[in-house]
T-cell receptor, first 113, second 113 residues
Framework: GENVEQHPSTLSVQEGDSAVIKCTYS??????FPWYKQELGKRPQLIID?????GEKKDQRIAVTLNKTAKHFSLHITETQPEDSAVYFC????????????FGTGTRLTIIP | DGGITQSPKYLFRKEGQNVTLSCEQN?????MYWYRQDPGQGLRLIYY???????QKGDIAEGYSVSREKKESFPLTVTSAQKNPTAFYLC????????????FGPGTRLTVL
């Protein structure tokens, strides 16, 4: 089955700087890669996703890049703000998300004011 | 707040007792999922169901059971066979095959004493 590894487990960034979280996956059949944000005490929410037919996707201050050859994808947050502090999870799925998601272990991002 | 509800928010049970966690959605979503969340381990899939009266085991199904008698309901029973049931349980749903985003409920924190 699929195995997703996520690094780092914790990340502290000065407000205004950029943050990068990296994930690797094992199953070459995976073709859908979402990122979820979970604020303290709240439910996970999708912030951005990418399919295997594109290499990069942006949405304002967040972007995701995908390297299919190396089987890794990354989340980039620019101009970080205090409200970006949360736990971020990457995930992978085949059949463009119609199959089960396999999640990474999460990254706790702390933005230092 | 999403139309997917879980109850109760907190649940306490004695060791050896079965307990059923509720998950209801009024979004007319076809697929529903149960995850377990432990510190440092991300979200792990317990069971999922893509249509009524059908469900599949996830990665950690041992000690759990589910039913899907109605489209809007997907209850999870934590049985006494589950060796370490204390955890945060999240239910999620997706609208139809072809849609990727999973919408999460608020979660139930189960503590077994």
């Amino acid at each position: 089955g699929e195995n997703v590894e996520q690094h780092p487990s914790t990340l502290s960034v000065q407000e205004g700087d950029s943050a990068v979280i990296k994930c690797t996956y094992s199953d070459s059949a995976s073709n859908y890669f979402p990122w979820y944000k979970q604020e303290l005490g709240k439910r996970p929410q999708l912030i951005i996703d990418i399919r295997s037919n594109v290499g990069e996707k942006k949405d304002q201050r967040i972007a995701v890049t995908l390297n299919k050859t190396a089987k890794h994808f990354s989340l980039h947050i620019t101009e970080t703000q205090p409200e970006d502090s949360a736990v971020y999870f990457c995930a992978a799925s085949s059949n463009f998300g119609n199959e089960k998601l396999t999640f990474g272990t999460g990254t706790r991002l702390t933005i230092i004011p | 707040d999403g139309g997917i509800t879980q109850s109760p928010k907190y649940l306490f049970r004695k060791e050896g007792q079965n307990v059923t966690l509720s998950c209801e959605q009024n979004l007319n979503h076809d697929a529903m999922y149960w995850y377990r969340q432990d510190p440092g381990q991300g979200l792990r899939l317990i069971y999922y169901s893509q249509i009524v009266n059908d469900f599949q085991k996830g990665d950690i199904a041992e000690g759990y059971s589910v039913s899907r008698e109605k489209k809007e309901s997907f209850p999870l029973t934590v049985t006494s066979a589950q060796k370490n049931p204390t955890a945060f349980y999240l239910c999620a749903s997706t609208p139809f095959r072809g849609a990727n985003e999973q919408f999460f409920g608020p979660g139930t924190r189960l503590t077994v004493l």
